[in-house]
């Protein structure tokens, strides 16, 4: 591994953890439990505990889902199955074109992200040119700068080129990469050896084969990691689509789930009938927790990383 | 021409193919970062010294957006709100997520599910927590349900005075990255250095004071760091549930945090210059509480093998 200047601008974060090696370093054994058997099953009962605190809310969601506009609020556990709330939440607000919205905006914005975050940590990772920490140390300085201070001036870059109320300016921006993931990516693609690259040179390879059929298949874990998180954050979004949409069959689901509560919030003034809120939170929520199961070890292994090299 | 050229076009003449190829790489990132970044950055700075709606163009009104700053009520208790917010969600988040991690450590193999568990929070779109906790958190929801057994009924949704603090409690049901990245952290403290500071006759306090928080004293900067700036930026679970078409004017106001304020003068009202004033004094303030981070952080953070 040939050794690399250390990062300019950003913050000194790399933490105790001399693994920066790669992500799937298992380093530390299994601590041995401390103390007797009695702290052991407090422990066990603390874990409890806490696993209740944090399951049954979701529970709670859905039992509030299948109940009637009567009984929503009362705190009886799955007392009514009243799975036709669904249905009527299709029929009432256009909640499958919200679904179909944010699925492909989210699908877009991870696959732009991915590729073009990778391309230009790449560049970081591997290229030797002038003022390269320098212009690294940019990237790093721009994750520092709240989302609102540029917020007016790129709805007015959108609006002049007559693409508010659509789609595009919620994943568009993904084509130019984004800090936070050049700066993931390239610390993945400076782990690989730098003799790999060498070998490839020596037999011909571009410097776009050399990134693509080199470094990109070699990193596979990581782009997946990316992949997910813009995923989620996507899906998750609420101020891009309170920005750029009007039109109600343009929502995303955060968007409409947001015009549901305005609408039956019952503290709000709303109509009451919370079931359907309740409901389309069901709908929102189930596929980030499909997803997370499918890629627990993505999600699990990105936060670490970004908590350990930072 | 033979003849020695300028100094500057024979540097860009020299400019190497490895140069060329960087640029090209770096390309989408640099246009990206002039279009969306440094553009944008500029543009809202000017827009600030001006009154602009859009429908006619802005007009320069030097400081009076700054001015108006200083004056405006709601800065003052958008602010307030902010960092009391602030205030009890950062240590809430550390305190607890280290909790929950030393807990994970002590599991052995189980430690997988739990973290799976406490996770789950953490992948629940931002606006469904909000609508979740518009349930838990009502008149006899699942909290004052809980809470009854103490006789405690707070009213969550509406009385200004616990708007807040049941904004904190829904906070931190979302702590679960925090977890993971301590848990991380905590599993690369040498094993070995516990057992000789036990064989010295260390208690747990001690061990815990003097080996764990140094060894992870990266991990909590970097999450004291990250949980500042967000709950400075607190925005989408508190829009959807108090900020809809209508709701209560005295939970709004409590509820009413520097994000929203502005986000309301910005696409609501549509005052353009004053809130890219009201941007640029976030900026400043997220700043300035980052760099007095940093200068401490130097004093309490250690890097193993690190000679810095």
New interface residues.
């Given amino acids: 591994m040939t050794v690399q200047p250390t990062q300019a601008g950003g913050?000194?974060?790399?933490?105790?953890?001399?693994?920066a090696a790669g992500v799937r370093t298992r380093?530390?054994?299994?601590?041995r439990?401390?103390?007797g058997r009695i702290s052991?099953v407090l422990?066990?009962a603390?874990?409890a505990i806490?696993?209740v605190?944090?399951?049954?809310?979701?529970v709670?969601?859905f039992s509030?889902s299948l109940k009637t506009r009567a009984t929503?609020?009362?705190?009886e556990l799955f007392s009514e199955w009243h799975f036709e709330n669904y249905t009527h939440l299709f029929e009432i607000v256009p909640i499958a074109s919200w679904f179909v919205n944010s699925m492909l905006v989210g699908v877009l914005a991870a696959v732009t992200v991915t590729f073009?975050s990778a391309?230009?940590a790449?560049?970081?990772a591997y290229?030797?040119?002038?003022r390269?920490d320098l212009?690294f140390g940019?990237?790093l300085a721009?994750m520092?700068?709240?989302?609102?201070?540029?917020?007016?001036?790129?709805?007015?870059?959108w609006?002049t080129l007559g693409w508010t109320n659509t789609l595009v300016p919620l994943w568009a921006?993904n084509?130019?990469?984004s800090a936070f993931y050049?700066f993931l990516l390239r610390q993945f693609f400076l782990g690989l050896p730098r003799e790999l690259f060498e070998a490839a040179r020596v037999d011909g390879a571009s410097?776009p084969r050399m990134?693509w059929s080199v470094a990109m298949p070699l990193t596979r874990a990581a782009l997946i990691v990316v992949f997910i998180f813009e995923l989620?954050a996507s899906?998750?979004?609420?101020?891009k689509p309170?920005?750029f949409l009007k039109d109600i069959g343009l929502y995303t689901?955060?968007r409409g789930?947001?015009?549901l509560?305005?609408?039956f919030?019952p503290?709000?003034?709303?109509e009451g009938q919370?079931q359907y809120?309740?409901a389309?939170?069901v709908v929102?929520?189930v596929p980030?927790?499909i997803?997370?199961?499918l890629a627990?070890r993505y999600?699990?292994e990105g936060?670490?990383t970004?908590?350990?090299k930072? | 021409m033979t003849a020695p050229a300028t100094a500057a076009p024979r540097r860009r003449w020299r400019m190497g193919e490895e140069t060329r190829w960087a640029l090209l790489f770096l390309s989408p990132w640099i246009i990206g970062f002039l279009v969306f970044t440094a553009g944008p950055m500029i543009a809202s700075f000017v827009l600030s010294f001006t009154e602009y709606n859009v429908i006619r163009p802005p007009e320069p009104v030097g400081l009076q957006n700054y001015e108006r700053l200083t004056t405006d009520r709601r800065i003052g208790s958008s602010l307030a709100n902010t960092a009391f917010y602030a205030a009890l969600h950062v240590p809430g988040v550390i305190i607890f997520s280290l909790a929950l991690a030393m807990l994970l450590l002590r599991v052995g193999r189980a430690a997988g599910f739990f973290r799976t568990v406490f996770y789950l929070p953490a992948v629940t779109p931002a606006v469904a927590v909000g609508t979740l906790f518009l349930l838990i958190l009502s008149g006899n929801g699942l909290l004052n349900q809980v809470l009854g057994v103490f006789g405690a009924q707070p009213r969550w949704l509406t009385d200004p005075d616990w708007v807040k603090p049941g904004i904190v409690i829904m906070s931190l049901w979302s702590l679960g990255s925090t977890v993971v990245i301590y848990f991380a952290a905590l599993r690369n403290v040498p094993t070995e250095l516990y057992e000789a500071a036990e064989l010295d006759g260390a208690g747990a306090w001690s061990r815990f004071r003097h080996i764990t928080v140094p060894f992870i004293s990266g991990a909590i900067f970097f999450t004291v760091i990250v949980n500042t700036i967000a709950s400075l930026q607190i925005f989408a679970e508190i829009y959807a549930m108090f900020f809809g078409a209508t709701g209560s004017s005295s939970a709004q106001s409590s509820a009413l945090f520097y994000s929203i304020y502005l986000f309301q003068k910005a696409f609501r009202d549509f005052e353009f210059g004053y809130a890219s004033a009201m941007a640029w004094l976030l900026f400043v303030i997220i700043l300035v509480i980052t760099v007095i981070q940093v200068r401490v952080s130097k004093r309490f953070v250690y890097y193993a093998g690190d000679d810095r």
């Fill in positions: 913050p000194p974060l790399a933490p105790a953890a001399a693994t380093s530390g054994t299994e601590r439990p401390i103390g052991q422990q066990f603390a874990l806490a696993t605190i944090f399951v049954f809310p979701f709670w969601l509030a929503v609020l009362n705190n073009s391309l230009v790449f560049a970081f290229f030797r040119f002038p390269r212009i940019l990237v721009s520092m700068l709240p989302g609102a201070v540029v917020m007016i001036p790129n709805f007015l870059i609006d921006g084509l130019f990469g050049i410097y990134w989620k899906w998750t979004d609420l101020v309170l920005i689901l955060p789930l947001m015009s509560v305005s609408r919030n503290t709000a003034g709303g919370f809120v309740m389309a939170s929102i929520t980030m927790i997803m997370f199961f627990q999600f699990v936060i670490a970004t908590g350990s930072g």
